[in-house]
């Protein structure tokens, strides 16, 4: 009977940080990776957000800062014009840990966009103003 309260308790905290049925917002990315690809020139040590073309036109890629275990999840993305706009949740993680990194979004260009975007903007109810990135 002990031994059941140890795997009891380690399922139970395993269950609230993986973030699944209901413990979050859905992404629309099509993926969302640690870290930031070689591809992709973002400076690591200045934390700003970035984004760029994976095949120009087609898809691209947004990196964004936080901590590891609560990447900031995009839920919603319209074209207008050259610019695609993205809005991000917080994962809804209710533990995150104290730490610093970078998360890769990859995105299709939304469907109707008349011309090829030129700029990314992103923005979230916990970020203060929006962010407007070129797309190079």
């Keep these: 009977m002990l031994r059941a309260i140890p795997i009891t308790l380690i399922a139970f905290a395993l269950a609230g940080c993986g973030g699944g049925a209901g413990g979050g917002p859905t992404s629309i990315a099509d993926e969302t990776i640690a870290g930031v690809p070689d591809s992709i020139n973002v400076d690591p040590e200045s934390f700003e957000p970035g984004a760029a073309w994976i095949e120009k036109g087609e898809t691209f890629a947004v990196v964004t800062w936080g901590s590891s275990s609560c990447v900031p999840v995009p839920i919603e993305m319209t074209g207008e014009g050259k610019m695609v706009k993205i809005e991000f949740e917080p994962s809804g ?31 979230s109810e916990e970020w203060p103003t929006a962010t407007d990135l070129p797309l190079e």
């Design 93 to 123: 993680q209710e533990v995150c840990t104290a730490d610093m990194a970078a998360a890769t979004h990859t995105f299709t260009v939304p469907e109707g966009m008349a011309s090829t975007p030129t700029s990314v903007e992103i923005s």
